[in-house]
């Protein structure tokens, strides 16, 4: 899948990728619940399915072990930044990176925040 293809991730499918990307692969359902326990509990039939959902739409592969489903990111966490940071850009600023500049100005960025941005800049990290 290209970043033009990529499907911004519901909130609820996102927090289970967020989880897969921080695991090593492959993750089981089972890992992922327990990851959930404390902040957002679901239910096993939930999490299967918003499981089943992300590998339809290209997140994730499926891979069976006996009875155990074991599933591997396809698109890393950088790539899904990268396109939602793109379609946010384009949807709120029109693409103008000036105007994003701006707007973080306005918001009241800390000059410590400024400070980091332009040493990132300055490095060619960004």
């Known amino acids: 899948m290209n970043k033009k293809e990529m499907k911004r991730l519901p909130e609820s499918e996102l927090e289970i990728m967020q989880i ?65 940071s793109r379609l946010f850009l384009d949807r709120l600023f029109h693409g103008s990176v000036a105007g994003f500049a ?4 306005d918001s009241g960025i800390k000059k410590e925040e400024l400070e980091e941005l332009r040493q990132l800049l300055e490095k060619g990290e960004l």
């Open 102 to 105: 701006t707007a973080l100005c």
């Open 20 to 84: 897969i990307w921080k695991e090593t692969a492959p993750v089981s359902r089972i890992t992922v619940e327990n990851a959930l326990r404390n902040d957002h509990p679901l239910a096993p039939t939930t999490i299967l399915t918003l499981l089943t959902r992300l590998c339809e739409k290209g997140f994730l592969s499926l891979k069976k072990d006996g009875r155990t489903n074991l599933y591997e990111p396809l698109i890393t966490e950088k790539e899904y930044l990268a396109a939602e």
